[in-house]
């Protein structure tokens, strides 16, 4: 016997990998424009600007590396359907 939940977990893994991959370029671009924005805060507040800069890199990772992409995807599976019904 399957497990539903598995299932429904495993295809929004699926359309999620996918739909990271697709919008690479659009990641990359707004991970650089945040870089921008983060290296223009550190100069003035450093603090903020460690705390601007970790989103800035973590996009640039996502938009480059297919690992954190799937790492990510099943993260967010797992939050998606953390409180679904069972039906």
Do not use: Q
């Not at 996918?18 to 370029?25: E, F, G, V």
């Not at 650089?32 to 805060?41: D, Q, R, T």
């Not at 480059?64 to 359907?81: D, E, K, Q």
Request: proline share 2%.
């Amino acid at each position: 016997m399957f497990n539903r939940k598995r299932l429904a977990r495993e295809r929004l893994e699926m359309y999620l990998v996918h739909l990271l991959l697709a919008y690479r370029i659009l990641i990359m671009i707004s991970g650089l424009l945040v870089l921008g924005y983060a290296l223009m805060i550190l100069v003035k507040a450093p603090l903020a600007g460690l705390a601007v800069l970790l989103p800035a890199v973590f996009l640039l990772l996502l938009s480059h590396s297919y690992n954190v992409v799937v790492y990510t995807a099943r993260l967010g599976a797992w939050i998606g359907t953390l409180w679904g019904r069972d039906r």
